[in-house]
């Protein structure tokens, strides 16, 4: 069993910058691949980033790159999610996930948290 723990939401101004945290406890996480998904107000739960169990490995969906960086740091079974530029549209819930396998998909994911809501103004 894992639990998962997210912070660092808020509300930011457009072009502003915020850092999320998970915080995993009850397992072995540094065996896991860990993920930040998000879901907007009326729309479904999507992909955002994906980290290898070693770091050695990230993906990110399109609209996300090159402003998002997610990183790892096993030894504190913590993972992160820095956003720089935000945009409006990045608004949403965040959550972070754990799945045995480097995977992007929503279904693949074993545990998750509850979730951060950041919230970005024009």
């Known amino acids: 069993q894992v639990q998962l723990v997210e912070s660092g939401g808020g509300l930011v101004q457009a072009g502003g910058s915020l850092r999320l945290s998970c915080a995993a406890s009850?397992?072995?996480?540094?065996?896991?691949?860990m993920g930040w998904f998000r879901q907007a107000p009326g729309k479904e739960r999507e992909f955002v980033a994906v980290i290898s169990s070693n770091g050695g490995n990230t993906y990110y969906r399109d609209s996300v790159k090159g402003r998002f960086i997610i990183s790892r740091d096993n030894a504190k079974n913590t993972v992160n999610l820095q956003m720089n530029n935000l945009k409006p549209e990045d608004t949403a819930v965040y959550y972070c996930?754990?799945?045995?396998?480097?995977?992007?998909?929503?279904?693949?994911?074993?545990?998750w948290g509850k979730g951060t809501l950041v919230t970005v103004s024009s």
């Open positions: 009850g397992s072995t996480v540094s065996s896991y691949a």
């Open positions: 996930a754990t799945s045995t396998y480097f995977i992007t998909t929503i279904s693949g994911m074993d545990y």
